[in-house]
């Protein structure tokens, strides 16, 4: 059973690193964490997994290497003055999760959730996150949102949608955008797209606008405990007020949080309705045909799985689906997709603190994409697309990127 | 108990000027020395001492500082920095266990995960050559697009890098036919401990290319391969390439990918079919010597790509938890005697149907009962993973969940599996066990490995022992080291353990050679005249030997006498 | 004379007198082979049978610093036993046990003085056998063949025609005994690994005796397949065989494989020659070999296909249907002869025949090398050049390519015809072979056993290589007793 189904004596936000300690010793090296799934890997190019040891070579970037770090802090080998470049180790990572998808399913283990547990430590111990981390945090304690942007402003992408005010109205179906498409102009059609297309297939559906909050993802991805579960018990108990039976998200880190870290929140009460990202939801309005996709879109494309909505969570399928019920989409696949898809570089506060080594990542991306002969990247995910787009603004290659709801509704004719 | 707790671990770092002659080679983002970063260079996978000594806080294991060259040029500039100075060094890819712990301080580890370039593939003569950070996955994929592969991928991993493997180790599923990865070696370029760049081969003669591995004249390829690390730093290897027939990459499985929702399903790891053009049948027998006699009887018939028994475990390889591992050897899921054959139609595609009916022949013959849909199919299901595995082994080191601290790895002609249970057994009895996955090869087949045609093979049996309780795992070590002195009192040859045949064991185990021990110190002299790289580990110089505490010698010479042989002065 | 004596007495003392030989006729015969190699007599001869016996051979000469030169059979033809430096020829073709065969494991322990011939004889009623060279010498040590790397008629075969050794005994140079392989810790041999996993046994392979004298040798052996066939292919020039053998073997067909031209072949199936006793020999008469040289294509590409142990045609049957495929896909021709396919069906067991070819004209000197197959046109063109400036005549030279490991590399043999090097025309010959030689290596060509004369051509070029093989000759063998002057020793 993984983090997400066994129930253990406690849950993972309760978990000191000497939790770990078993698990840490027992590190095997066997490089998984570093390296696409045997039979997955098709070419030497693609053949790696981990974006930072990929980058800078060296061991402690990887999720082994965290293993080892975490020993040793928990034997007292060293400590934080013996080694104050460990910070950069354990944030200079996406938490993108490949590692410990390839070491759950080789070795039983957890090197995510190991390093995450390392940046609570470090959070607690006042040892992290990083300057730029704290001002994140600043952001979102202050504005309930980490781009240090006024509450105030962030409705202004749905001016040109009418979705209903879930302050004063009441509706079946909550959209929750996430604060990076609701505050980075450059993502509004996106969250514009996706919610015109339910308003399009007849979901009463409805927003908390100004008042949504942070679902508290990048707080839990850096690692500072307190501050996450203060957002997540405001947010589980406006939703469950709200009278909403679902709650579709926008971004996948908003999902991933809603339905997966929230349960692992000690006492905290459980969100009552069900949860599902916009990609699993399109899907199925798709299949009971409540829209239409009529107008051909001659573009090949390639999909780019966002780590959140993909390999943690498991949606793999919908957006294939989706894109293959448009008319004129080819897709054609990268080599590492799905449980072995490589990151866009820009999740786990990775972005914030190294932006050089996000952006190379993105680039590092582009180049896959690129290499399909595709012309379009396509995802879903607000922090996916902020850094592929500075990708292709590195890269040598051209590419377009659109987010998946731009096609669809072009394609339903809206 | 790891002792105090308080007690801090730090290493010794190297004295300035070596650093900055070294940062001056590789550049400053490219050396480092930082606590944390040494940490991940000291702990090894498979090597049980380096967990006893971390155990113990014993700041040895940490390298002064880790480099990370990117070519041949800048690995000799390190190597002649490290023999001026008088620093030892290790060369290191994954760290399992191919490369050494240090032993002296302080020691520089050049880790070589820049070098990670396959150079060519030359499908006119069959070859790749390679950088040391290329594994057996990433050369499989580029040579199965050409319609080649290597011949075959390690047991433990397919992220195994070819060229520390050459240093000690390449086992492969297919071996059968393909033979051990010293037959697949047909060059190296390598930085000697003394900075001198050997290459071996036609290749060492201008213009004769790089395409045959003996010579001139006698071989040194037998003296740097399996050398522990102790040769000196493998900066190109060229391997064989095999004609291959199977699909030129793994066909999806119909179940579709995992996530970290639900990874554990065994679903996402059952390949419904071998690769194209390959065929993998399994067969169960009613007991041991059946299952030899079938194996020899299939071995010789000169049918397959790979003969092999697994026994206990498949338990680890198509288990996704180590709980579902150790519920299935409690209950014996799996044949306690078995084989695997893999056929393959290299040759035509009647081929397989011919080699099917020879197998069937000879199974009826000696008795034995194929899985299908009749026989076993629940078993038969779980072997998928298998299917995919044969060839590239991916699955392996689920074996190394607690910790894979011992093995005894014999070698020698097919009936030395009876002696191996045997011995393995009275082990157990002697040391006690450490995990209750470690009867394997007591209670049912030890892992049986057919190699060329059946003329000889190796065997496996291991102890997993908790890697945080230290007792265990020395304890796993006296099984290492009892089975050396099994073998040699049985007289059946070294133990090639794979982690085991360090020192002191060679200096302390003179029966072998007669004296091997003296002749790879003459050897150690020619290739390694300061002593500098991976010291401690092949074989001892006289004066290092010295050094050695009597505690050691005594305890080496206590197991020595539970087998009457005479104890090591 | 005093020293020689005192020799010759030390000898006799420790192995008897009917063990010691210094008769000078007998030294005469010792002094040369029909290689090129400058003749020089031995001191003694010491004929041994006992490894106990020839580790104290060893202790001895090591302290008095008198070169010994090991000999298994007398049939090397490139002068690897010729004292060059004089001292003791060790003679051990009367070592000759068969030790044991391992029927169930497929393997076989010798001496060094079994010879080919009577290897195979004795491994037939087995159902087994060894994988020989083309053109070993019944008489030859087969324990040298395979510790010299003569490369086996299979060598196309990578899993039956390579790799033969497993373990084996072995007398250092200081009188030391060592064991490879599983023997490496007494008890009996079974595998080709040890000490630890080195493959260590290779460093003595190739070596001329210089590093060690082995004196036994754990062999792989195979199945004696009851059926065999030959398919013949026939050519105009070489290069128009390389793409059908690349075809051929990429899908693995048979396990042997190789080309020879007219000249060889027409030597092999020659009815009025036999195989000579010893090299050199008497020439014969020529006719009915030019006839049946006239008659024969000038290249034949030969494929040799095995049964296997259980339904052996069905076997053949699947891999005669690819041989098939490739004819339609590359349009070669097959050349049927009922008598050539019956000869070289017997010659995969029993390689010999083809060494009729010495009849020719007594003698011959081979440039054996080993390249890739698309170069062989290359060296196919120096070696015109080559002859035509030594007006020697095209046709009669042999020619032998053996495919190895499916076409990775080739092993090339090319026989320049003479009379006996010490007479004659055969001293005429030697410059012709030397610049042959000279120019194969400048363009590449590698000699990975460097007999002779070719050591200094390769060694000069071999770097580091030639470097530490001296610093290991040196920790072995500081005094460099054991044939010294071979290789860069």
Redesign the interface.
């Known amino acids: 059973?993984?983090?997400?189904?066994k129930k253990p004596e406690k849950k993972f936000f309760e978990k000191q690193l000497e939790d770990y300690?078993?698990m840490v010793?027992?590190?095997?090296?066997?490089?998984?964490c570093q390296?696409?799934?045997?039979?997955?890997?098709?070419?030497?190019e693609f053949?790696e997994i981990c974006p930072a040891f990929h980058e800078y070579?060296?061991?402690?970037y990887s999720g082994?290497?965290k293993m080892?770090?975490a020993?040793?802090l928990i034997?007292?080998?060293?400590?934080y003055d013996?080694?104050p470049?460990?910070i950069d180790?354990i944030y200079t990572c996406t938490t993108c999760?490949a590692c410990?998808?390839n070491c759950?399913?080789?070795?039983?283990?957890e090197p995510l959730k190991v390093n995450e547990t390392l940046r609570a430590k470090f959070v607690q111990d006042g040892f992290g996150p990083k300057p730029e981390h704290k001002r994140l945090i600043a952001s979102v304690k202050n504005y309930s949102n980490p781009w240090m942007q006024p509450r105030t402003q962030r409705d202004r992408w749905a001016r040109t949608i009418k979705l209903k005010d879930l302050n004063k109205e009441k509706a079946e179906t909550l959209f929750f955008v996430g604060c990076t498409a609701a505050f980075n102009n450059t993502l509004w059609k996106m969250a514009q797209s996706t919610a015109a297309i339910l308003l399009a297939a007849g979901v009463d559906v409805g927003m908390f606008g100004k008042e949504e909050l942070c679902c508290g993802s990048p707080i839990a991805r850096i690692g500072d405990r307190e501050t996450f579960f203060t957002i997540a018990q405001q947010n589980v108990k406006r939703i469950n007020e709200s009278g909403v039976r679902e709650i579709i998200t926008f971004c996948p880190g908003c999902y991933r949080s809603l339905q997966?870290d929230y349960p692992e929140v000690p006492g905290l009460e459980p969100l009552r309705p069900a949860v599902y990202h916009s990609t699993e939801y399109v899907a199925r309005l798709l299949r009971e045909q409540r829209l239409i996709p009529q107008k051909p879109i001659p573009l090949k494309v390639t999909w780019h799985d966002p780590c959140h909505l993909?390999?943690?969570?498991?949606?793999?399928?919908a957006p294939r689906d989706i894109l293959a019920a448009l008319p004129g989409i080819e897709l054609v696949e990268m080599e590492r997709i799905?449980?072995?898809a490589w990151c866009c570089g820009g999740g786990g506060g990775a972005r914030a603190a190294y932006p050089n080594f996000a952006r190379a990542t993105a680039v590092k991306r582009i180049a896959e994409a690129y290499k399909t002969g595709a012309l379009a990247i396509v995802t879903q995910c607000p922090f996916c697309e902020q850094n592929l787009m500075d990708g292709i603004a590195q890269s040598e290659h051209s590419m377009q990127l659109y987010d998946l709801s731009e096609l669809v509704i072009k394609a339903i004719g809206e | 108990m790891?002792e105090?707790?308080?007690?801090?671990?730090?290493q010794k770092k190297l004295p300035r000027e070596v650093y900055t002659a070294l940062q001056g080679v590789v550049g400053e983002q490219?050396i480092?020395e930082?606590?944390?970063?040494v940490?991940?260079?000291?702990?090894?996978?498979i090597d049980a001492s380096t967990?006893v000594r971390?155990h113990k806080?014993d700041p040895h294991i940490l390298p002064a500082c880790?480099v990370?060259p990117a070519s041949t040029e800048e690995i000799q500039a390190i190597v002649r920095i490290c023999n001026r100075y008088h620093i030892p060094f290790i060369p290191f890819t994954?760290?399992?266990v191919f490369s050494a712990p240090t032993n002296t301080m302080p020691t520089v580890v050049i880790?070589l995960?820049?070098m990670n370039?396959?150079i060519r593939i030359d499908t006119e003569n069959l070859s790749a050559t390679l950088q040391p950070y290329?594994?057996y996955?990433?050369?499989?994929?580029?040579a199965m697009?050409r319609g080649l592969w290597n011949g075959g991928?390690p047991l433990?991993?397919?992220?195994c890098k070819i060229a520390s493997q050459y240093s000690f180790a390449g086992l492969w599923q297919t071996d059968l036919k393909y033979g051990l990865l010293n037959r697949n070696i047909v060059s190296v370029t390598m930085v000697l401990p003394d900075g001198e760049i050997l290459v071996t081969g036609s290749r060492c003669i201008p213009k004769a290319g790089d395409f045959l591995e003996y010579g001139p004249g006698p071989d040194l390829m037998g003296l740097l391969r399996s050398a522990a690390g102790t040769s000196g730093i493998v900066t190109e290897i060229t391997v064989k390439l095999h004609t291959w027939v199977g699909d030129q990459?793994?066909p999806e499985?119909p179940a579709?990918?995992?996530?970290?929702?639900?990874?554990?399903e065994p679903k996402?790891d059952n390949?419904p079919e071998p690769l194209k053009n390959h065929r993998l049948y399994w067969i169960e027998f009613k007991d041991f010597a059946s299952e030899i006699k079938a194996m020899r009887g299939i071995a010789h018939s000169g049918i397959g790509i790979g003969l092999n028994a697994t026994g206990v475990y498949s338990a680890f390889y198509c288990s996704?938890?180590?709980d579902m591992t150790i519920e299935r050897c409690k209950k014996k899921f799996f044949p306690d005697w078995n084989c695997y054959v893999i056929l393959a139609n290299i040759t035509s595609e009647k081929q397989i149907a011919y080699e099917e009916k020879v197998l069937r022949h000879i199974i009826e013959e000696i008795g034995g009962t194929f899985l299908s849909e009749h026989h076993k199919p629940k078993v038969l299901e779980a072997l998928k993973p298998w299917n995919?595995d044969c060839i590239?082994?991916?699955?392996g080191?689920?074996m190394?969940?607690?910790?894979?601290a011992n093995a005894w790895l014999p070698v020698g002609p097919l009936e030395n599996a009876f002696v191996t249970m045997e011995q393995w057994k009275k082990a157990l009895d002697i040391f006690g066990e450490c995990d209750i996955t470690d009867r394997g090869g007591a209670d049912d087949t030890p892992f049986v490995y057919a190699l060329q045609r059946g003329h000889f093979c190796f065997f496996e049996t291991d102890n997993y022992p908790?890697?945080?309780v230290p007792e265990e795992i020395e304890k796993a070590q006296a099984y290492g080291i009892y089975g050396n002195a099994t073998f040699i009192r049985h007289n059946l040859g070294p133990m090639l353990m794979a982690f085991l045949n360090v020192e002191p064991l060679t200096t302390m185990f003179p029966e072998v050679g007669p004296n091997a021990y003296l002749l790879m110190r003459k050897l150690r002299r020619v290739f390694d005249p300061q002593s500098v790289c991976s010291p401690g580990r092949q074989v001892f110089t006289e004066e290092e030997w010295q050094q050695v505490p009597a505690e050691v010698k005594e305890s080496i010479n206590k197991i020595r006498a539970l087998q009457n042989l005479p104890a090591i002065v | 004379m005093g020293n020689l004596m005192t020799l010759v007495a030390d000898l006799q003392t420790m192995f008897g007198s009917t063990s010691v030989c210094a008769d000078p006729e007998v030294l005469e015969a010792y002094s040369k082979d029909q290689s090129f190699v400058q003749p020089r007599k031995p001191d003694a001869i010491v004929s041994l049978s006992s490894t106990e016996h020839i580790q104290e051979l060893l202790r001895y000469a090591h302290t008095k610093k008198v070169p010994v030169v090991p000999l298994s059979s007398g049939m090397n033809l490139h002068g690897a036993t010729i004292p060059s430096q004089g001292g003791i020829v060790l003679d051990m073709s009367k070592m000759n046990k068969i030790v044991m065969i391992d029927t169930d494991n497929w393997s076989v322990v010798i001496e060094p003085g079994v010879t080919a011939e009577q290897l195979q004889n004795e491994l037939a009623p087995h159902g087994l056998r060894v994988m020989l060279p083309f053109g070993i010498h019944p008489k030859r040590s087969a324990l040298t063949s395979f510790i010299e790397r003569d490369p086996a008629v299979a060598a196309a075969s990578f899993e039956y025609g390579n790799d033969h050794i497993m373990d084996t005994e072995l007398v250092l140079p200081c009188g030391d005994l060592f064991r490879t392989g599983l023997w490496s810790a007494g008890g009996r041999p079974g595998s080709p690994l040890g000490p630890v996993r080195a493959m260590i046994n290779r460093l003595w392979t190739g070596a001329q005796g210089t590093l060690g004298i082995v004196t036994k040798i754990n062999l792989k052996v195979e199945y004696l397949s009851q059926l065999r066939r030959i398919w013949l292919f026939q050519f105009d020039a070489f290069p128009e065989l390389i793409e059908p053998v690349k075809l051929i073997q990429r899908r693995e067909i048979g396990w042997e494989c190789f080309v020879i031209n007219n000249f060889n072949a027409a030597a092999l199936s020659c009815p009025t020659w036999n195989v000579p006793e010893r090299l050199p020999t008497e020439a014969k008469d020529p006719k009915a070999f030019l006839a049946l040289k006239d008659s024969l294509p000038p290249w034949l590409l030969v494929v040799s296909l095995n049964g296997g142990p259980r339904f052996p045609e069905e076997k053949l049957a699947y891999e005669e249907e690819a041989l098939q495929e490739v004819i339609r896909q590359t349009g070669i021709k097959r050349y049927h002869n009922t008598e050539v396919e019956n000869i070289l069906s017997n010659e995969m067991i029993r390689p010999w025949g083809i060494l009729k070819k010495a009849c020719y004209r007594g003698s011959f000197h081979d440039v054996s090398f080993k390249t890739t197959l698309k170069r062989v046109p290359e060296f196919q063109r120096i070696l015109l050049e080559v002859l035509n400036h030594y007006s020697y005549p095209l046709q009669d030279v042999g020619v032998y390519v053996l495919i190895i490991e499916r076409g990775r590399a080739v092993h090339c043999e090319i026989d320049i015809h003479g009379s006996s090097p010490h007479e004659g025309n055969g001293a005429a010959l030697k410059n012709l072979w030397l610049d042959l030689s000279r120019c194969f290596i400048d363009e590449g060509a590698f000699f990975d056993r460097p007999y002779g004369a070719w050591a200094e051509m390769v060694y000069s070029r071999a770097g580091t290589y030639t470097e530490k093989l001296k610093q290991i000759k040196k920790e072995l063998d500081p005094h460099n007793i054991l044939n010294p002057g071979r290789l860069c020793f």
């Open positions: 059973m993984t983090y997400y189904e300690r078993d010793w027992g590190c095997a090296r066997c490089n998984w390296n696409q799934w045997g039979w997955n890997v098709k070419s030497a053949s070579r060296i061991f402690p082994m290497g080892h770090i020993r040793a034997e007292g080998d060293f400590d013996d080694a470049e460990m180790f999760g410990e998808m759950q399913r080789l070795q039983d283990k997966h993909g390999r943690h969570c498991g949606i793999y399928d799905k449980d072995q | 790891t105090n707790k308080t007690q801090k671990v730090q490219w480092y930082q606590r944390s970063v940490e991940t260079y000291s702990k090894l996978s967990f971390k806080k880790v990370l994954n760290g399992q880790h995960s820049r370039k396959i290329v594994d996955g990433q050369l499989q994929a580029e697009k991928s433990a991993t397919s992220l990459c793994f499985i579709g990918r995992p996530s970290l929702v639900d990874v554990h996402y390949p996704q938890t180590q995919y590239r082994h991916t699955t080191f689920r190394n969940r607690k910790m894979y908790d890697p945080v």
